[in-house]
Nanobody
């Protein structure tokens, strides 16, 4: 079993920055990829950023150049650095871990971008 706990969400003004953290615990082996997803009210959950076990990253077009995903293996933590935030980035952000055929989710953290 794997447990994921997100933190770092909050209220920020447009143009501001936040860093989300996803702390992983449990049976953390054979990880294929870590990712951040988000879900805004009335919308489907969407992939924001992903990093594979080999270090490759991919981003949604809407966040390219503004968001950066990274992983600290020593701390078993994955981060999402979000810069130049926009109101349309407002959503609940979820951490995801893919391990072999399994997929695990955190509980989510709210990000609100508003003046």
């Amino acid at each position: 079993q794997v447990q994921l706990v997100e933190s770092g969400g909050g209220l920020v003004q447009p143009g501001g920055s936040l860093r989300l953290s996803c702390a992983m615990s449990g049976s953390i082996r054979n990880i294929n990829a870590m990712g951040w997803y988000r879900q805004a009210p009335g919308k489907q959950r969407e992939l924001v950023a992903q990093i594979t076990s080999g270090g490759s990253t991919n981003y949604a077009d809407s966040v390219k150049g503004r968001f950066t995903i990274s992983r600290d293996y020593a701390k078993n933590t994955t981060y999402l650095q979000m810069n130049r935030l926009k109101p349309e980035d407002t959503a609940v952000y979820y951490c995801n871990l893919r391990q072999l055929v399994f997929s695990y989710w955190g509980q989510g953290t709210q990000v609100t971008v508003s003046s």
